[in-house]
DNA sequence: CCTCCTTTTGTGGATTTATACTAACGATAT
DNA sequence: ATATCGTTAGTATAAATCCACAAAAGGAGG
């Protein structure tokens, strides 16, 4: 490294872009720094070569999530997490990726940011790379600086979250402006996310809302932490994309921590998106509710992702409240059933719930108990006779559907 | 009349067996003595000839069921009752009645029994009516002492039932041995019938518990009157038969209630048969809430009689009262349906609610609503794509059925 | 052992249901 | 007026469900 290298990175920057302006002038090439969320922070201005990523990087302010993706893929971001070593990287050209080099910018054993930079026209030396580490480590103190502030906003952010779901504040007017006093001025309809988990960390933490911010497929306004659980606090488009946006989020979100960090006991649930942000706790309870229901349920709600997919469970705790309150018996139709599977050894409360679990598609039901359909029929026909019950009446079915479902909770 | 006959009826009789064969004698034709409902009271033992009908009122020791019936629909009954003058019947061949002639016992305007002559190989003259006639006067006495007795009896029977409705009676040991001591052991499961009318009368409540007694198509043991509901507590043979028995027998009531006195508004309703005497006061319960779970939902409780079969319907008063203190929303998915409906002057909301109540059949459904199955395919395809839903999934499709329930009473 | 009863599985044919495509109609906006 | 959209029905065809019947397997009890 030159004397004259070493005193440019020495000296003092006014602004994250001159700094980037300047390793770019020592290497030669074009120079991007972005946050450890892959938000853009700062590129270098004089750029006469730049490759696709680097462009839609620039232009949306933030690493396209398909590139995070295949770095993750190719260990290409583990490898800088874990070291402070610059990493040389082949291109890819399928995503528009040209020959780079990356480093981490860290503190200890945090990783503030990375530092990117474009082989263009030249192959970065030996001593680049060392000069490149230097800058790395140059850049730590401005990026303190910026997470510094980051973290004093997210704490203010975080109270104002912890307000809307405990409760505490309670005016939509005053909510809103207060989301506009810290910059968030959302204008659509706000809901609440939530993802439980086994065991908690920090570190856990940090890392899932890496994941849950650079998947980029829906609009996290605030995240914290609330013992095992992770809380997002969401902005939707229009409701009907949202749903499905959101159910992708979420689908991405459960799959990536699976592959990235082998985590896949996940509870998710997810509330309604209100526009009256009074109703903001509303969302949050819905969210909790939709969790707590997941866990009872796992196999009826599989695929119950909002809390209006709930649909007669949300009734159900009310009714085994009740019903413990009131005493009332289980229904006859399935005591009979009980009695005559135990005299006879036969299976025919199961087979009855699943039937009304498939909502009488015989077939599916076959398939699910492994027999035959005609089987399956001459069933449902005994079921029907011991039981004294009448599946083709809608109101019977449902009754029992809901009487299986308590009487299971004993 | 002769000297001979006159006095012979107005001498003192130890029994009601002496007092019908003094007629038979007098008469020279078998004899029969009824109650007010048409049970045996004593007959002639010197017959010479006697009808298809007579033999099965002896040996039944009560009219039989069709008699009675045809009775009532040639009017001859009501004839007998509205007059104490002997009333002469021509045969009815299809259902084993000979010539007969007939008179009813009666004090002022209360019927207490009928007297039968049966005409074999005579008929009677002017002065045999007359002579019947008289009969029918000297046995107000002796019916009117059983009538009392019977009341007695009665009176009796119904504190008892009261006891048991109102849980005062808790144990079955007691319950069962004070049923032996005042002449009733089922050794069987009892249940609670109620019906329950808009206006009601000591008048009405007897020609009820007449009409009850007479269909014979099920035992009843005890009937009490409740402001415009009359209670009664019936047994059962085998379950199955049982319900299958009452609901006959409610069929039967409501239809002879209608047509001998033109009341139509009748509400029924009937608890599950308890082997454990202890539970008649839950099978009371249960009637009850038939009785007023069908008049808040008379369309989909039409077919329902029995408490099993409310289904669904007997959690929707736990869930309003919850719904009310917990303030829940309404189910945005209906909402929509609502706003929509409104902007565009569709019916999408009772279209689906249609749907629903025929769970999910679409051609009953397009037959109700009068549109084409095609249409309604139409319309449920928008439905689902306007408020989000997912029929198909049976959890969201009870839910929302509940909700459309839930809805409706508000 | 056999017999009776319940249960399982299979077959064939009638009926119902699902789906795609199309024609037609009326309201609304351009 | 013309085009477009949402709506209603009709037809045709494939898929499924339903139903009656029969063969066969397994168990309980004599």
């Known amino acids: 490294m030159t004397d004259k290298n070493h005193q440019s990175f020495n000296r003092q920057f006014d602004s994250l872009e001159e700094f980037v302006d300047a390793i770019s002038e020592r290497l030669q090439c074009p120079v991007t720094i972005e946050d450890s969320n892959h938000h853009l922070l700062a590129y270098s201005s004089h750029d006469d070569g730049t490759d696709a990523a680097r462009i839609s990087t620039i232009i949306g302010r933030r690493v396209p999530e398909k590139v995070i993706n295949r770095f993750w893929k190719e260990g290409v971001i583990p490898t800088l997490n874990q070291s402070d070593e610059p990493l040389v990287i082949p291109q890819i050209h399928d995503i528009g990726l040209g020959n780079r080099v ?7 054993n945090e990783v503030l940011g990375y530092i990117w930079v474009l082989e263009v026209g030249r192959t970065l030396t030996k001593e680049d790379l060392a000069d490149l580490k230097l800058a790395a480590s140059k850049a730590k103190n401005q990026l303190l600086q910026l997470n510094m502030q980051k973290k004093k906003k997210e704490k203010n952010h975080q109270e104002l979250l912890w307000q809307m779901i405990t409760g505490d504040a ?7 402006e207060q989301l506009s006093k810290i910059g968030i001025n959302p204008q659509k309809p706000l809901a609440v996310i939530l993802f439980s988990f086994d065991v908690m960390s920090d570190e856990l933490y940090k890392k899932l809302v890496y994941v849950a911010k650079t998947t980029q497929k829906i609009n996290i306004l605030i995240q914290t932490l609330d013992e095992n659980q ?9 409701q009907n994309d949202f749903v499905k946006e959101t159910k992708d989020f979420i689908e991405t979100f459960k799959t990536q921590i699976r592959e990235r960090f082998g985590i896949s006991q996940i509870w998710s649930g997810c509330g309604y998106a209100y526009d009256n942000y009074e109703w903001i706790k509303r969302s949050y ?3 909790t509710k939709v969790i707590s229901l997941k866990q009872s349920f796992d196999q009826e709600l599989k695929s119950a992702t909002f809390y209006h997919e709930l649909g007669i469970f949300r009734y159900i705790d009310i009714l085994q409240q009740a019903e413990q309150v009131e005493d009332i018996t289980i229904n006859p139709a399935i005591r009979k059933l009980e009695t005559y599977d135990l005299e006879h050894r036969t299976n025919l409360l199961e087979t009855l719930d699943v039937i009304l679990n498939k909502d009488g598609n015989m077939n599916e039901a076959a398939k699910e108990l492994h027999c035959h359909v005609n089987t399956l029929n001459y069933r449902l026909k005994r079921i029907q006779e011991i039981a004294n019950i009448q599946l083709k009446d809608p109101v019977q079915k449902l009754g029992l559907y809901l009487d299986m479902k308590l009487f299971r909770g004993r």
């Open 102 to 108: 990356a480093v981490s910018i860290r503190k200890n």
């Open 285 to 287: 309870d819905e969210a």
């Open 170 to 176: 309670r005016n939509h007017q005053v909510i809103s």
């Open 230 to 238: 992770v809380v997002f606090l969401i902005s939707s488009h229009i």
